[in-house]
């Protein structure tokens, strides 16, 4: 909104001379007065509207009237997650970069740093014959970390283009503090992840059961199968998802009930592509050229954050650090959301829906031996509910619709579309008495992107959807974790969820949902499980709460 002088009549000029009428209804300097009390107020106004909005910045009209960007087609989402190329000249496996005979070093090494500054490190890249690479492309994390402090930060790696990376870390403790950078794929394996991203839908199949009262037939589904049989497709013209199985013989189409995912041979690779993804050269430490630097708490060195956690505010990578096993924002004001009194305190009187994958069934299930008053309702593979009756608590998680991939069986009956959730929730007229996390990613790894996409585009209009009906409903976007390094690569990789998290980014950057980076947060300890320890979990809700409750 912005308020602007209305321009002089023609004639008029600011040095006339006021009217001297008493009574001047109806007559030109009556015009003249009342246009320049009109500019003068309007002014006035502008300049109070303008203080009061800086002053209630987080929930002024000026900040509830934003509205979103232009929604970003499949296309240009994808444009955006870009990977500098690696070469196209790869000849044999012994070209390819190696952690073994990499260097990390020190850029402006100092004798002792302040807490608050920042560690540039440089990684060299060799190949297998101990060769500098000219190219850039490679897949590296890397981290800081004090193991009697149990603090650690994620690492920014920026890709120098000619086969060096800057890695840039703030230094958020004193101490003794080491640096671990790891090559967690080679440009030349990243090159073959690639190859079949876009367009292999076949990485993950899935068997199909149709249930009609006591008949069973069983077909084979998928996100895309040959049109070469009768198919059962299921898709929505609005949302541009679909689903699809060979026709079973006899039962109809509507009666597909049960979806068991399985992972078929191949993709086809060459002997030295298998050996690029071999586990042995996925996620192996380079070796520093230095020590442990000394970091020292220097006078007024920095600070720490003042700012309430609140939906919509930026969220950089990395955006915190962990310091005796606790989480601390860079940005913001952390609750203190560990206790059973103070998540009760958030939670008491509200609905906790968490919709997604198991890394947000660890929530329910982590505040169910948490919280004493909390008792299961339903306790299903396919949606949970506990409720503390006393606190007028309750806790929903449901799953995500198919994609679904696991041991067990998938009742696609019982899972609602996350829009569809989203779509069905009632909202009090308080409008905070809903709090509502979703996190989606580790069942898509195995798709080309339009798949996770499209369905973070139908979950961004749901939210938006359920903002105009209840603008203060809390939403936080769970990002994905880091998987273990023995998954298979061509399916469940971790550049996947990486760039997969970028899309997600880029998807809600303009939204009014609060962001738990649980990639930062994974990377930072070090931990390569689908489903993080009790530690990482414990503070991804933490900071999930932050942003609904700011009185601990």
Same mark, same amino acid.
């Given at each position: 909104?912005?308020?602007?002088?209305?321009?002089?009549?023609?004639?008029?000029?600011?040095?006339?001379?006021?009217?001297?009428?008493?009574?001047?209804?109806?007559?030109?300097?009556?015009?003249?007065?009342?246009?320049?009390?009109?500019?003068?107020?309007?002014?006035?106004?502008?300049?109070?509207?303008?203080?009061?909005?800086?002053?209630?910045?987080?929930?002024?009209?000026?900040?509830?009237?934003?509205?979103?960007?232009?929604?970003?087609?499949?296309?240009?989402?994808?444009?955006?997650?870009?990977?500098?190329?690696?070469?196209?000249?790869?000849?044999?496996?012994?070209?390819?970069?190696?952690?073994?005979?990499?260097?990390?070093?020190?850029?402006?090494?100092?004798?002792?740093?302040?807490?608050?500054?920042?560690?540039?490190?440089?990684?060299?890249?060799?190949?297998?014959?101990?060769?500098?690479?000219?190219?850039?492309?490679?897949?590296?994390?890397?981290?800081?970390?004090?193991?009697?402090?149990?603090?650690?930060?994620?690492?920014?790696?920026?890709?120098?283009?000619?086969?060096?990376?800057?890695?840039?870390?703030?230094?958020?403790?004193?101490?003794?503090?080491?640096?671990?950078?790891?090559?967690?794929?080679?440009?030349?394996?990243?090159?073959?992840?690639?190859?079949?991203?876009?367009?292999?839908?076949?990485?993950?199949?899935?068997?199909?059961?149709?249930?009609?009262?006591?008949?069973?037939?069983?077909?084979?589904?998928?996100?895309?199968?040959?049109?070469?049989?009768?198919?059962?497709?299921?898709?929505?013209?609005?949302?541009?998802?679909?689903?699809?199985?060979?026709?079973?013989?006899?039962?109809?189409?509507?009666?597909?009930?049960?979806?068991?995912?399985?992972?078929?041979?191949?993709?086809?690779?060459?002997?030295?592509?298998?050996?690029?993804?071999?586990?042995?050269?996925?996620?192996?430490?380079?070796?520093?050229?230095?020590?442990?630097?000394?970091?020292?708490?220097?006078?007024?060195?920095?600070?720490?954050?003042?700012?309430?956690?609140?939906?919509?505010?930026?969220?950089?990578?990395?955006?915190?650090?962990?310091?005796?096993?606790? +989480?601390?924002?860079?940005?913001?004001?952390?609750?203190?959301?560990?206790?059973?009194?103070?998540?009760?305190?958030?939670?008491?009187?509200?609905?906790?829906?968490?919709?997604?994958?198991?890394?947000?069934?660890?929530?329910?299930?982590?505040?169910?031996?948490?919280?004493?008053?909390?008792?299961?309702?339903?306790?299903?593979?396919?949606?949970?509910?506990?409720?503390?009756?006393?606190?007028?608590?309750?806790?929903?998680?449901?799953?995500?619709?198919?994609?679904?991939?696991?041991?067990?069986?998938?009742?696609?009956?019982?899972?609602?579309?996350?829009?569809?959730?989203?779509?069905?929730?009632?909202?009090?007229?308080?409008?905070?008495?809903?709090?509502?996390?979703?996190?989606?990613?580790?069942?898509?790894?195995?798709?080309?992107?339009?798949?996770?996409?499209?369905?973070?585009?139908?979950?961004?209009?749901?939210?938006?959807?359920?903002?105009?009906?209840?603008?203060?409903?809390?939403?936080?976007?769970?990002?994905?974790?880091?998987?273990?390094?023995?998954?298979?690569?061509?399916?469940?990789?971790?550049?996947?969820?990486?760039?997969?998290?970028?899309?997600?980014?880029?998807?809600?950057?303009?939204?009014?949902?609060?962001?738990?980076?649980? +990639?930062?947060?994974?990377?930072?300890?070090?931990?390569?499980?689908?489903?993080?320890?009790?530690?990482?979990?414990?503070?991804?809700?933490?900071?999930?709460?932050?942003?609904?409750?700011?009185?601990?």
């Amino acid at each position: 909104m912005e308020f602007i002088k209305p321009m002089d009549q023609p004639g008029e000029s600011a040095t006339d001379p006021p009217s001297t009428e008493v009574h001047c209804f109806g007559t030109q300097q009556c015009k003249y007065s009342r246009k320049k009390f009109i500019c003068i107020s309007l002014c006035a106004i502008g300049v109070l509207f303008m203080y009061f909005s800086r002053l209630y910045k987080r929930t002024s009209i000026w900040e509830q009237s934003k509205t979103t960007h232009k929604e970003m087609t499949v296309d240009e989402v994808i444009f955006s997650l870009s990977w500098p190329p690696s070469t196209s000249n790869f000849s044999s496996f012994n070209n390819s970069s190696s952690a073994q005979y990499s260097e990390v070093r020190l850029e402006q090494s100092r004798a002792q740093y302040c807490v608050g500054d920042t560690l540039n490190v440089l990684v060299e890249m060799r190949n297998y014959s101990g060769h500098p690479k000219s190219y850039g492309g490679d897949f590296i994390l890397a981290r800081i970390h004090s193991a009697k402090l149990q603090a650690c930060a994620s690492g920014d790696v920026i890709d120098l283009l000619n086969g060096s990376y800057r890695v840039r870390f703030r230094l958020f403790w004193p101490g003794e503090v080491h640096v671990s950078v790891r090559l967690i794929h080679s440009s030349e394996a990243v090159r073959v992840l690639q190859k079949d991203w876009m367009q292999d839908y076949g990485k993950a199949m899935h068997k199909g059961t149709f249930i009609s009262g006591k008949k069973r037939e069983t077909s084979q589904c998928a996100l895309r199968l040959s049109p070469d049989r009768p198919l059962c497709e299921y898709r929505k013209k609005e949302d541009g998802e679909y689903y699809a199985c060979y026709k079973p013989q006899t039962l109809p189409c509507n009666s597909l009930t049960i979806t068991k995912s399985y992972i078929p041979p191949g993709p086809h690779l060459t002997e030295e592509e298998v050996q690029l993804l071999a586990r042995k050269n996925t996620g192996i430490e380079i070796k520093n050229s230095f020590k442990p630097v000394t970091v020292v708490g220097c006078t007024d060195a920095t600070h720490r954050p003042t700012e309430k956690c609140v939906a919509g505010m930026n969220s950089p990578f990395p955006g915190g650090y962990f310091y005796s096993n606790r +989480w601390s924002s860079s940005i913001c004001q952390i609750g203190p959301f560990l206790s059973e009194e103070t998540i009760t305190r958030c939670l008491k009187g509200k609905t906790l829906y968490l919709l997604g994958d198991s890394t947000l069934r660890q929530w329910i299930e982590y505040l169910g031996r948490k919280l004493k008053g909390l008792r299961y309702i339903e306790k299903g593979d396919d949606s949970k509910l506990a409720a503390d009756v006393h606190n007028n608590i309750t806790v929903r998680w449901a799953r995500h619709s198919h994609p679904w991939i696991g041991f067990r069986a998938a009742n696609i009956k019982a899972t609602i579309p996350l829009p569809e959730i989203l779509d069905r929730i009632a909202v009090g007229s308080g409008q905070d008495d809903v709090i509502l996390v979703i996190g989606i990613g580790q069942h898509f790894r195995p798709y080309p992107p339009e798949v996770f996409i499209r369905r973070l585009r139908n979950v961004r209009r749901a939210i938006l959807r359920l903002h105009a009906r209840s603008p203060q409903t809390t939403v936080v976007i769970k990002l994905e974790n880091s998987r273990e390094l023995e998954s298979k690569m061509t399916q469940f990789s971790n550049w996947y969820g990486y760039m997969q998290n970028l899309a997600q980014r880029k998807v809600f950057e303009d939204m009014k949902v609060g962001l738990v980076d649980a +990639w930062d947060m994974t990377v930072a300890a070090n931990t390569f499980a689908v489903h993080p320890n009790g530690v990482v979990v414990s503070n991804e809700l933490a900071l999930a709460l932050s942003f609904a409750c700011h009185e601990a």
